[in-house]
């Protein structure tokens, strides 16, 4: 293992050099350009051998995906933002046909206003497009979720593919010290891809096809199944991560001092970091808070967050997000998972990072006062409480 | 000529049992150029009328290897499935599109103009019927002039489309692209004869088929062959090819026939004046001047 100074997108395009795609559908945009700029340069050196085409559009890039992984090869894309709401028709044409595609998402706001920075809006408005949805942390994560990621998708109970996000700016364009894995360790963590959902000359096959009212709802139950299927997928696959790359992860989703805690604040992505430092500084202060970090919301962790949440007095979620006209979409799944569950605590959402806007350590100090004092049901950070009534 | 051409292509058959109308052009389009290319062909065709009446699960028509695109991804798909063949070490393939006149000049040129820049290796053939037939007739880009849609109604004010076909054949041919050609159902052996070319040259290939459609154009259904024979006679499409930066006109009618019997055939240009036929012949006119001095004839 040798350990390199990499920024998240260039961690994550060294873990999609390890994972050997066959086919690289590339188009930029900012801010995830810069890992269809080092795919390129690693197809150039030969470090990694691969189709890659240039295609003209987000929609062709996920269209040409599809594409090759119906021709049976590992296909990768990536993009952010407008491009991700572009190719929007092939994310749910990918899941439907049960192409296990990786794709990373730079997240970045959505138009209008125009914005390159990051916030969550991108993504989670695809929640229900059929993908496995993960949210990286750090620069390391990124890259191990690369890795993991094919892993989990080609799985044959799974066969869903796979939206990586990491924030646009914040991860993807922060350096931090990553651990590199061999490349023989790669390959004996994840074999090449086997599938039958592929043309196959000796037995040809009509793919991709229409199915009327008679049979349409037994391929989503099925679809929703390998989606379903993928949590089991996700703790086997971090399991053998870590015996052979030594680095842990705790499935959908990442608790930290939640046994005990009063206040949690639940959220995603790079700003966790700054949550468990305000946890660690409200306990210094006799505040018992802890943080949970969603780590997939695809499938979304319902008992995880229910168990992590059940003995708490007040829970938060922070998320960059907003579905207009209600509230964060990632407060209204955390809600569910707490209904289901019976447990009838006090929740607030809290709205931040729209457009790459700092959430700041007092920002979140807030927002845990929130908690122990009360407030508005959702709360627009920097703005304050809106009637959600 | 006619019989050795068909001599030469596949007895089985690759597209069989969908529920195509009666005399339908596009079907018959699909039909024979996969009896040119065979079992290793591995078709693409988006949304539309042959993927409507061929992909119904359990009802699924090809017998070969064959996927449905977005509508808009024919050739991004077909790109897709070239590379990840190639990818996976298959060689003896053709991965070949048969998109419609919607799919192709309107919501798919973006797509297969990337595929022609790139010059991936596949067959793009537009089997052109006019209109958007599979939603029930309703303009396209390839709707011609003076044609009654669903959307161009002919009314007292307007008579139908007001605008005249894009012409995909030089658009594909302005990108350089290695082979490009435009035929009809009614001459099927050349048809035949493009599609086998193409399949032999490395790069792209474009062939734009046009392929009537009974129920959108308003012809009886055993009419499709004479209709699209009539449609070249009368010089209102040509048969011609592009290749190594020459465009050559392969088939020159003696003397054209009658432009008005072609058009009142067909309820879709029932309603037409003379003022409008004249406007058409016009039309046609100027584009022979420019076949004649711009394309070669052998």
């Not at chain 1, 945009?29 to 810069?34: A, K, R, Y």
């Not at chain 1, 795919?39 to 990694?48: A, Q, T, W, Y």
């Amino acid at each position: 293992m040798s350990k390199k100074f990499l920024s998240g997108n260039e961690a994550f395009a060294e873990g999609i050099r390890l994972a050997r795609p066959e086919v690289i559908s590339a188009y930029p945009i900012t801010p995830q350009t810069i890992v269809v700029e080092r795919l390129s340069e690693m197809v150039e050196d030969g470090s990694l051998t691969a189709e890659y085409v240039h295609v003209e559009s987000e929609h062709s890039a996920l269209s040409c995906a599809i594409g090759a992984s119906a021709a049976g090869a590992r296909a990768f894309t990536a993009t952010s933002s407008q491009g991700l709401l572009y190719m929007a028709e092939c994310l749910y044409y990918a899941a439907g046909g049960r192409f296990p595609i990786v794709m990373m998402n730079a997240d970045r706001s959505t138009a209008l206003p125009w914005n390159i920075y990051g916030d969550q809006r991108d993504s989670l408005s695809q929640l229900d497009s059929g993908w496995i949805q993960a949210y990286a942390e750090n620069a390391q994560e990124a890259l191990d979720l690369a890795l993991m990621s094919y892993k989990i998708a080609e799985n044959k109970a799974v066969s869903t593919p796979y939206m990586a996000n990491l924030d646009g700016f914040i991860l993807t364009h922060t350096y931090e010290t990553v651990d590199i894995p061999e490349r023989e360790q790669a390959d004996r963590f994840l074999p090449p891809y086997e599938t039958d959902n592929r043309i196959d000359f000796d037995n040809p096959k009509n793919m991709a096809f229409s199915a009327g009212p008679d049979t349409n709802y037994i391929f989503k139950f099925k679809e929703h199944q390998g989606v379903l299927a993928a949590r089991q997928v996700i703790r086997d696959t971090e399991k053998e991560f870590a015996e052979i790359f030594g680095r842990k992860y705790s499935g959908l989703i990442d608790t930290y001092l939640t046994d005990d805690a009063d206040y949690i604040l639940v959220t995603l992505g790079s700003i966790a970091g700054l949550c468990r430092e305000t946890a660690d500084k409200l306990r210094e202060n006799g505040v018992k808070a802890g943080v949970v970090r969603i780590r997939y919301m695809r499938p979304f962790p319902n008992e995880e967050i229910a168990e992590a949440l059940k003995n708490a007095r007040a829970y938060g979620v922070l998320e960059k997000d907003i579905s207009f006209g209600n509230e964060g979409a990632v407060f209204t799944n955390v809600n569910s998972a707490l209904k289901k569950a019976g447990i009838n605590i006090s929740g607030y959402n809290f709205i931040g990072g729209l457009g790459g806007r700092n959430i700041s350590a007092g920002d979140i100090q807030d927002i845990f006062s929130g908690l122990i004092n009360g407030t508005d049901s959702v709360n627009f950070i920097g703005i304050g409480g809106v009637n959600n009534g | 000529m006619a019989n050795k051409v068909a001599d030469s292509i596949s007895r089985e058959e690759f597209f069989y049992g969908h529920k195509a109308c009666a005399g339908c052009g596009g079907s018959l389009a699909v039909r024979a150029a996969l009896k040119v290319l065979g079992k290793n062909a591995v078709s693409v065709l988006p949304a539309g009328c042959m993927s409507a009446v061929g992909f119904n699960f359990p009802q699924l028509c090809f017998s070969n290897n064959s996927i449905i695109s977005t509508f808009a991804g024919t050739a991004s798909m077909l790109t897709g499935v070239e590379a990840g063949l190639r990818a996976k070490g298959y060689k003896d393939f053709t991965a070949v599109g048969f998109a419609g006149d919607g799919g192709t000049a309107d919501i798919g040129i973006q797509a297969l103009s990337g595929a022609i820049d790139r010059n991936d290796n596949i067959i793009y053939i537009c089997y052109d019927n006019e209109a958007y037939m599979n939603t029930g007739i309703q303009k396209s880009g390839l709707t011609p002039f003076g044609a009654k849609t669903t959307t161009t109604p002919a009314g007292q004010n307007i008579h139908g489309n007001i605008r005249p076909k894009k012409n995909m054949f030089e658009i594909a041919a302005a990108h350089d692209i290695p082979y490009a050609a435009t035929a009809s159902v009614g001459y099927l052996p050349d048809f035949i004869e493009k599609v086998r070319k193409a399949s032999q040259i490395q790069g792209t290939k474009y062939i734009h088929v046009i392929a009537p459609c009974p129920t959108g154009w308003g012809i009886p259904v055993d009419e499709t062959i004479n209709i699209a024979k009539e449609v070249v006679d009368s010089g209102l499409w040509y048969l011609a090819e592009y290749e190594n930066g020459q465009f050559t006109l392969n088939h020159k009618p003696k003397s054209f026939t009658s432009v008005e019997d072609y058009l009142k055939k067909q309820g879709r240009f029932k309603h037409l004046t003379d003022e409008d036929i004249k406007i058409i012949t016009d039309s046609r006119d100027k584009k022979w001047d420019h076949i004649e001095k711009n394309f070669i004839y052998r």
